[in-house]
């Protein structure tokens, strides 16, 4: 019997879903465990943050066309395709 993985399409499907319409859109709150300085910003240790799930799936300057519905953005030979470290 096939399972969902050997469906290539439906996976791409089903992450492009997760982008478009996160079920979860403000990450839990989480901390910075010593000092550190992010873009001149100066953060303490224990200073708490959340990261926006929404904004960053909805990033227009990461994202090409980022308010369509495109699966084969999960796919390594599409156009659209995004690695983690955000280069196409």
Not at 26 to 41: E, H, K, L, P, R
Request: with cysteine; proline share 5%; glycine share 4%.
């Amino acid at each position: 019997m096939e399972t969902a993985d050997e469906f290539e399409y439906l996976r791409q499907c089903f992450y492009e879903s997760m982008r478009i319409d996160p079920p979860v859109t403000i990450s839990s709150s989480n901390y910075f465990n010593q000092d550190v300085t992010i873009d001149g910003v100066k953060i303490r240790a224990g200073d708490g943050f959340f990261v926006n799930i929404r904004a960053v799936h909805h990033d227009k300057t990461e994202w090409k066309e980022h308010d369509k519905y495109i699966p084969e953005r999960f796919d390594c030979q599409s156009e659209y395709f995004l690695r983690p470290d955000g280069k196409h």
